[in-house]
């Protein structure tokens, strides 16, 4: 449509996993407003703060419009100041360094760290380049750092990943279990859901679970302030009141579920690292992985006070748990009684013990109550914890006893931080134990499958899981990794203990690259910076949190030399050729072992020994050559890519429809690239089956892979030993791979806790107005008046304690760093007396100095919420 000379078109928010549909309006080759698109279903015409200025935040006055790169007296140097150079010049030494590093370290010595705001076509390219190409599988997302503890939860519990239900369950519960997280800021357009569901549906509660007050709690009915880690407690809590008050769905439990139990080591394919190479560290790990119980977690798991407990993740296979029986369940959560976790969890030392007791009575009561419709709803409060993976099992414990699962109105579901986090870097594999629609690097059929589709030799892929975004990091500090390229992602500002990652790119023999659209924290640490372009200077599609995957098209052109990460990764690949990655390589970390040479069986695929990456991976031949420009679906319109490829070729839609063929027909199917991009179409849910969106999943109403003998199909559903399980027939056994399983989580207390030295707690997160590191809605002028710099939220009585009031610059201090940040003390988020809270968006205060880089031993996810502090007046 045309109005007032702009051109409105359909695309979709950059920012957050709630996924708005956006109107894009350009005129004159620029982008000069968005507005909510009222066609949308998820926001139906509506945007937040941020995303009315999607426009804005390709405009800053810093883009970056040419490559740079270190150089002194003419040539790279890492000490050397950043020069513009040609693109030329750029890919010349980018090769030659990540060849350099190759020939030395092999696969090993390389990764990429990604994004879950990545395009899926970008996610694709770049696992096909690193995995396909170079034969390593050390590329991880960002996701990382926020989704990673609710991908093995869902691997585990259902054997497949991601939400079964989707938002149009606001409009059809009656409670509304908000399990630490705060919509109202991180996710207001659902917020506004879930407030106009309260405000015209009487019966409607949300409860919000929380370690302080904020947005969210203020407009809640129940809000109950817990201390950091006992949501632990509170989940068993719930779940014991649902046994007690024999509230469970015992025919839906029996026929579809099992319960579970097992060692802490369990993780799919993923291990914790051994490349800690600091005390600091490593003495975080020891603590994490050699646990001396304290009495809550002795009471809770029913051992001895001071018992040490090995926690290790020694990467174990997926199913490396085993079958209990219900009564060995219910036995487990026997501790969490009423008075038990009102004594470990109350948060809030103003509040009486009477009143917590009250208020987890009043949650019990609602969460038992069979009449009502019941959803969860969690993300980084749960995510980002020592004990991601078991409390988000725990949520799906509560939905599944119940039987309020997968259904209109009732289920657990885990929110999506970052736009395209399930889309692009779930999805489509783009972790280091992953590959396409839900298959692991470690497993020989999935590669074989992956291989085929691929059209690259049998073998070609490396079985040894990458290393993650943390194991990356690491591996730069201590020379194990030398190369690394950071694309459309800032993780220098955004890693826990950043100080130790950033200082690492300065080590002599590391060579590291950052594509972005802006001069980023992490770029300016970088060797070289390529300009990347922006989200409407692209072909793209995005997958949201409710599994909608969407699509928008090109319609400005990128300004300057900025070109699209998927071309830059094709022209690169142009630079390598297969005669130097798909010979014989060494498999570092493994005495002895090699990856075999698959160039043999290249050249009797036909594949000639001068081809380069591009050749194999890239070039628009067999399926990929259907996708050509000029497409005389798109008249009148741009393909950057393809266009400065010089080919008559559009590679977005050729990645787009190869990944597709890993997705159809096992419950992942995809539609094809032109049905997302078509002007009608607002995003389908997957799998789209018969051009069918499925709503719910795992429920033979909606999902045609939904069988009543095998309702929950996940591919990755294992079966268990079942020597140990009663009360179920042998023909119920054989049907293990269709049951959710119920999981047995004690409380356990995180690696570190405020002491006499250290005395608060520290937890971020991120604020309204501006998106994660802050580095596009900082360049918003609007965005940055409304707030200018990350805050210190203090209770008013533990800063007067330290002659401070609201406004006077504090000095936050852990074990791992120091920053500063203004004290505030009376709006926004309200903390209790022994906490205190900073968004991470603002690279000045820059709070990830400060916070403890421990994570979760089975997703790797770090603890943003949980770091000892000490805190005084500058
Ligand atoms: Fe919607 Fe999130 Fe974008 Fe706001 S930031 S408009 S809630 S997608």
Redesign the pocket.
Known sequence: AVDDGITWQKG?????????G?QVGTRDGRVVATK?DPDAP??RG???????F?AKILYGKDRLTKPLLRKKNGKFDKTGRFEPVSWEEAFDVMAGELMRVYREKGPAGVSIIGSGQYTIPEAYCASKFIKGGLRSNNIDPNARMCMASAVVGFYQTFGVDEPANNYEDIEKSDVMLLWGNNPAEA????WSRMTNRKLTHKPTKIVSLTTHLHSSSNLSDLTIVFKPNTDLAIANFLIREIIRRDVVDHDFVSKHCVFSTGPTDIGYGLRNTDKWSRPAERDTLERQLRVKLDRWEAAAQGKKVGEVVEQKNAGGPAGNHWAITFEDFKRSVEPYTIDFVTELAKGDQEESADTFRRKLAELADLVCDRTRNIMSYWCMGVNQHQRGVWMNELIYDIHLLLGKHAQPGNGAFSLTGQ?SACGSAREVGAFCHRLPADMLVANEAHREKTEKIWSIPKGTLNPKVGASVMEILRGLEDSSIDFLWMQVVNVMQSAPNNTHWTEATRRPGSFVVVSDIYPTYSARAADLILPAAGHFEKWGLYG?GERRTQAWPQVVKAPGEARTDVWMMMELAKRIRIADTWGELPLKGVPGDKLPSVLDEAQKMGIKPDATLFDVLYAPTGGRAEAVWPDPKYPNRSNATGEALGLAYFPEKALFNEYRQFTVGNGHDLADFDTYQSDACRGLLWPVVDGKETPYRFNTAFDPYAKEEKLFYGPLMKAMPTGNLSGVTDKEQKAYPGRAKIFARPYAAPVEQPDAEYDLWLTTGRILEH?HTGSMTRRVPELHRAAPEALLYMNPQDAEKRGMKRGDLAEVTSRYGTCRAKVETQVRQKMPKGSVWMAFFDERAMVNSVVIDATDPISLEPDYKKTAVKVRKA
Do not use: A, Q, S
């Not at 950059?14 to 708005?20: H, M």
């Open positions: 979709v928010c950059r920012f957050c996993g709630t996924g708005c956006l909510g998820v926001n509506l945007n937040c703060v941020k995303g009315y999607n996710h207001p357009v659902l736009p949201n998106w």
